[in-house]
């Protein structure tokens, strides 16, 4: 497991929890197989994505987090001439900060985690819990 910065954890740090979902799970089946999901579902539990498999698992989990992930909190971050809009968004029990112009930062374990990063980012920071 990689920790980037700020408390955050790269994708293979991620795949621990990922694994733990049910609904990630579901979507692993519905895109691999009954069989080759199970054998995901292990390399993540593993924290390991070897391989040619691995890859795919990889490029997958990176499409899903980013397509599926639903806004837990939003906000927005003061600027010179306008405010920039400041997400965090929730999939699978890891959570990422989506900011307009920014690049992104890694994955949390928490929502409270990735909101902290932002209000330290960000100062004059405001929003609000959005579920």
Do not use: Q
């Not at 900011?99 to 100062?123: K, L, N, Q």
Request: aromatic share 12%; hydrophobic share 40%; net charge negative.
């Amino acid at each position: 497991m990689d920790t980037t910065r700020s408390g955050t954890v790269d994708l293979l740090g991620a795949c621990p929890t990922l694994a733990r979902s049910r609904n990630v799970r579901e979507l692993l089946k519905k895109h691999f197989g009954e069989d080759r999901a199970k054998v995901a579902i292990g390399m993540m539990r593993a924290g390991r994505l070897d391989g040619g498999f691995g890859d795919e698992i990889h490029d997958f989990l990176s499409d899903a987090i980013h397509n599926e992930a639903k806004v837990v909190w939003d906000g927005a971050i003061p600027g010179s001439e306008f405010e920039f809009p400041v997400n965090v968004n929730a999939f699978g029990g890891i959570f990422f900060v989506w900011a307009m112009e920014y690049d992104p930062v890694g994955y949390f374990t928490s929502r409270d985690d990735a909101v902290s990063y932002i209000f330290g980012e960000w100062g004059g920071v405001h929003g609000k819990v959005c579920r």
